[in-house]
């Protein structure tokens, strides 16, 4: 049975007002339909969209063909009925028909773990392949769309140069190519798809930018533009963070039965906060955590997990992850074989002068140790008996930061220029907006290395390197 009709055919069949809807939006075919896939068929049918569905399995494409969902999921069915009578859906097992006859491929193949615990990408290849003698049979410009979480890089150097070989053609001149990741929690995958969390568009030129710009217009008026790479890591780290979420709220939950605590009842006011707990707050990359609350309550829940017998491992990992990135900027500052290295920020953070447990002083201390010659500057800090007090505070937390404590006298200065006037290696600990004209001074060979991002855009420059990007 021929489930798949041309744009002249399938404009006879509807009446004036959808004729006109047709001609306006592109057509778009759909490889492999699965649970995102299926979805995605029915959505976009209904947005207006001319849609051929295809995959190997015969018996997802006559259920499709006939309107019925190949799994349950709310309103599936519903869209797919309305879609196949309303001549705006199809199915086949042909792939290349399907990609002839319409401008844009999406395509949600199955990505499994392979047997090293990677990402198995032999179905994305194998669908490049067809997509590629396709498009060779083609005139136009096609995209080509791919929906599938992937690690970054199997956009562009596994699909890109299959498409390439087998098409005889040249992405971002002859055809487009895109990664554009979905946002679907089953269950309510028609409702996301409607409203959609963000929408991310990752491409490498603008026509394919402003094509899948368009066919999401009707959802999401304000899609975000980015690089193939970043949209294909932003599907990773969405679902690690919601696995992290996951295991936090089951570790509190541990956590407060064996003493009697209602765990929702402290969970359902965490989730209150959305000026921090639920905000962009703490989720930039960047130096390590300190200050005089979060090390030392983070040691306190350990401890007390232990005593109630509690596994608490994300917990507990988290000392060891924040001593990590104080090792990581020490090494970046070691890579350079400095002799005099300025530490621009002293505190744990902007604004105040309190060094409790600072990973700036962690910082310097190895420095320190390794022999180097250390000057520092904080605005907010003035040496003297009510700074050493405060390593009263800490004294069985880090009582190796004393001896750096009680000498800040000696290696502070009073203003950033006279701190970097010598050194080989400026330290960035903190995100002060007088330093970035104070950076622009310094001499030529000195290398920055950056720990809190102070510029919106990383300077591209072999003096210059960041923490994490």
């Known amino acids: 049975m021929n489930m798949i009709v041309s744009n002249i055919e399938t ?87 399907a990609v002839l006859e319409t401008d844009v491929t999406f395509v949600s193949v199955g990505t499994p773990t392979s047997e090293d615990g990677g990402c198995d990408t032999r179905a994305i290849e194998a669908v490049a392949r067809g997509i590629g003698e396709a498009l060779a049979n083609k005139d136009g410009f096609h995209i080509v769309v791919l929906r599938c979480s992937v690690p970054p890089g199997t956009t562009l150097d596994i699909m890109q140069p299959v498409l390439e070989r087998y098409s005889n053609k040249i992405a971002g001149k002859d055809f487009g190519i895109c ?96 000026k921090l707990n639920l905000s962009p707050y703490y989720l930039k990359p960047g130096f390590a955590f300190g200050g005089s609350c979060l090390p030392k309550e983070v040691r306190a829940v350990t401890h007390l997990a232990e005593k109630l017998g509690v596994a608490t491992p994300m917990i507990d990992a988290l000392t060891p992850s924040n001593q990590k990135q104080i090792e990581q900027a020490v090494d970046l500052v070691r890579k350079t074989d400095a002799k005099k290295v300025a530490v621009l920020g002293v505190a744990f953070k902007p604004g105040t002068d309190d060094l409790r447990e600072s990973p700036a002083l962690e910082l310097i201390a190895e420095l320190q140790e390794d022999g180097t010659e250390v ?21 069985h937390a880090a009582p190796h930061l004393k001896k750096v404590v009680d000498g800040l006298g000696q290696f502070m200065k009073e203003t950033p220029d006279e701190a970097i006037r010598e050194a080989d290696v400026i330290v960035v600990t903190q995100k002060l907006p ?32 960041g923490i994490g990007w």
């Open 11 to 97: 404009a006879r069949k509807i009446d004036g007002v959808e004729l006109k809807l047709a001609e306006q939006k592109k057509a778009i075919s759909v490889v492999g339909l699965g649970y995102v896939g299926a979805v995605s068929l029915a959505c976009l049918s209904d947005l207006g969209h001319r849609v051929v569905g295809t995959d190997i399995d015969q018996d997802k494409v006559e259920s499709i063909a006939w309107g019925q969902s190949p799994i349950h999921e709310d309103r599936l069915g519903e869209l797919l009925t309305k879609g196949v009578s309303e001549d705006l859906l199809h199915a086949t097992t042909n792939l290349e028909r």
């Open 179 to 274: 990664f554009n990741p979905e946002f679907l929690r089953e269950g309510t995958a028609i409702a996301d798809f409607h409203a959609p969390p963000k929408t991310v568009i990752g491409v490498t030129d603008q026509t394919t930018a402003d094509v899948l710009a368009e066919i999401y217009a009707p959802v999401d008026e304000n899609p975000i533009v980015t690089s193939v790479e970043v949209a294909e890591l932003v599907k990773y780290v969405d679902n690690v963070w919601h696995a992290a979420k996951v295991c936090f709220a089951n570790e509190v939950g541990r956590l407060c039965k064996p003493m009697g605590i209602d765990s929702h009842a402290v969970m359902d006011i965490f989730v209150q906060d959305t």
């Open 375 to 395: 000057i520092a500057y904080d605005p907010a800090i003035q040496p003297g008996p009510h700074i050493s007090k405060q390593f009263e505070y800490m004294q």
């Open 434 to 465: 007088e330093l970035r004209s104070v950076l622009r001074s310094k001499r030529e060979e000195s290398v920055i290395v950056d720990l809190v991002r102070i510029s919106a855009e990383a300077p591209i420059s072999p003096r210059y390197t």
